[in-house]
Nanobody, 120 residues
Framework: QVQLVESGGGLVQAGGSLRLSCAAS????????VGWFRQAPGKERESVAR????????YYADSVKGRYTASRDNTKNTAYLHMSSLKPEDTAVYYC?????????????WGQGTQVTVSA
């Protein structure tokens, strides 16, 4: 069992930066890939980034490529999503999730989400 808790969301002006954290408890977090998702009001949940268990592989949606960076520190059981050059359209609740596989992931565990609001 893995429990995930996101933090680091907040209100930021357009062009600003935020770093989200996804802290894990439970065993074997270091063996899981971590995905980052967001959901804006009235919209479907969107996958924005993913990082493999050892950090060697990453994936980014086109909408965030070049602006978002996923990383992780397995010694701290924590994954991160650094977001820069934020835009108002990045406003959403952001979630992290854990999956056994980086490719074709099936997410077994989800965090509760953290709100990111980008003002114009």
């Amino acid at each position: 069992q893995v429990q995930l808790v996101e933090s680091g969301g907040g209100l930021v002006q357009a062009g600003g930066s935020l770093r989200l954290s996804c802290a894990a408890s439970g065993h074997s977090f270091s063996s899981y890939a971590v995905g980052w998702f967001r959901q804006a009001p009235g919209k479907e949940r969107e996958s924005v980034a993913r990082i493999s268990w050892n950090g060697d592989s990453t994936y980014y949606a086109d909408s965030v490529k070049g602006r978002y960076t996923a990383s992780r520190d397995n010694t701290k059981n924590t994954a991160y999503l650094h977001m820069s050059s934020l835009k108002p359209e990045d406003t959403a609740v952001y979630y992290c999730a854990a999956a056994r596989l980086f490719t074709r992931p099936t997410y077994d565990y989800w965090g509760q989400g953290t709100q990111v609001t980008v003002s114009a």
